[in-house]
Structure formats: structure tokens, C-alpha cells
T-cell receptor, first 117, second 111 residues
């Protein structure tokens, strides 16, 4: 099946630094990638939808200047958490949409655990 | 390698049918299994399962975990068109606090 990778899988950083997370679709072209943040225990929150070659669409309440998203190619999207603070500590998950004539499927990456000290 | 596999990948049924969605997993230090329903945007939480053999129910939906078989099922009885969605299974492991998602099952309920 289709594979989506994320790098790094875990990152620990100091408050005030910026962290970049990469999301790659390894064996298919993804015109659309999604970035989620998982809150403790249960819910996933969609942060933004990223379309290749255009600006990301951010969900209400998500600061676009803080969470910079770039979708430079059909296989790579990046999320940069700028000036990270402890409250940004979370599990960030990307997914990539594979769209073929007979199928529309979303594949999730393994996630990135961010800890801001 | 940790992984979550869902089946079937897609399913088309008629209103009133009962469906069973499957999720199998391999994960280091299993902590919990979660089911989500995704319609448009972010998946919405359905169930969290931690103990084997205990069924969780919410209306027409129910789910049970089998730790021996490393699997879970999600049942939907008397399906309605509003049940049409992608159902995601995710497994949490204690090692690295990682959550692994399956590819999902796309359910379409015809009127």
C-alpha cells in the first residue's frame, strides 16, 4: 500500500526555536496533504490543507504565521513550527491524498512527537 | 515494524444493512486502539479500546478489541446514509508515545 513518511519522528527543542517537520509520499504523487495535531487521548485537529504549488488553507484558530506550511512538490510538504513554546508540544500527523481515476484515499504518516522545553 | 491494517478498503451497502469493519495491528507496547469517523475534515472520535473482550457501544455503533488476535472490529447496525464516511483505526503504543493510523475503510451507504 501507499506509504507516507514523516521526519523526524521525535524532536525535543528549546522554547523559542523553530522546528521543521517533513511529510513525504513515497510511492505516489499527492496533490493534497493535510496536517493534523493530535491532542492527548483522543481527538485529531485538522490544522491546514496543503495543495501543491499553492498556499495552504488554514483552519480557524490556527495561526498561519506560527505554523508555516510549504508544499513544494507532489511528494513533499513541510510544517515549520516557528518560535515554538511548551504549549506547542504535541503529536503532529500528516496525511497525503492519493487520487486516481478509481480511488480517492488518504494515507497517514507515522506522526512526529514534538516536545518543547 | 509497527503497522495498522484495515479491511475492507471500501464498502458499499444499502440502508438498513449491518457492516463490520476490521482493524489488525502490530505495535510495540500496545496501549490503546482508537476508532474515528472522518466525513469532511478532521476525524471525529468514536471509541477508545484498551481491554480485550469488552464491547463499547454508542447507538448503532459498537466495537470490541481482541488483544490475542491483535485486532478490533467496528460494527454498524441498521446503516443510514449519514454513516457514509471513512472509518479510521489507530493504535497507540507506549514506546515513543506513537499513534499509528490505518488507511481507513471508506463506507458508502446507498439510500
Amino acid at each position: 500500500g501507499a506509504v507516507v513518511s514523516q521526519h523526524p519522528s521525535r524532536v525535543i527543542c528549546k522554547s523559542g526555536t523553530s522546528v521543521k517537520i517533513e511529510c513525504r509520499s513515497l510511492d505516489f504523487q499527492a496533490t493534497t496533504m493535510f496536517w493534523y495535531r493530535q491532542f492527548p487521548k483522543q481527538s485529531l485537529m485538522l490544522m491546514a490543507t496543503s495543495n501543491e504549488g499553492s498556499k495552504a488553507t488554514y483552519e480557524q484558530g490556527v495561526e498561519k504565521d506560527k505554523f508555516l506550511i510549504n508544499h513544494a512538490s507532489l511528494t513533499l510538504s513541510t510544517l515549520t513550527v516557528t518560535s515554538a513554546h511548551p504549549e506547542d508540544s504535541s503529536f503532529y500527523i500528516c496525511s497525503a491524498r492519493a487520487l486516481t481515476p478509481d480511488r480517492d484515499t488518504q494515507y497517514f504518516g507515522p506522526g512526529t512527537r514534538l516536545t518543547v522545553l | 515494524e509497527d503497522k495498522v491494517v484495515q479491511s475492507p478498503l471500501s464498502l458499499v451497502v444499502h440502508e438498513g444493512d449491518t457492516v463490520t469493519l476490521n482493524c489488525s495491528y502490530e505495535v510495540t507496547n500496545f496501549r490503546s486502539l482508537l476508532w474515528y469517523k472522518q466525513e469532511k475534515k478532521a476525524p471525529t472520535f468514536l471509541f477508545m479500546l484498551t481491554s480485550s473482550g469488552i464491547e463499547k457501544k454508542s447507538g448503532r455503533l459498537s466495537s470490541i478489541l481482541d488483544k490475542k488476535e491483535l485486532s478490533s472490529i467496528l460494527n454498524i447496525t441498521a446503516t443510514q446514509t449519514g454513516d457514509s464516511a471513512i472509518y479510521l483505526c489507530a493504535v497507540e503504543g507506549t514506546g515513543g508515545f506513537k499513534t499509528i493510523f490505518g488507511a481507513g475503510t471508506r463506507l458508502f451507504v446507498k439510500a
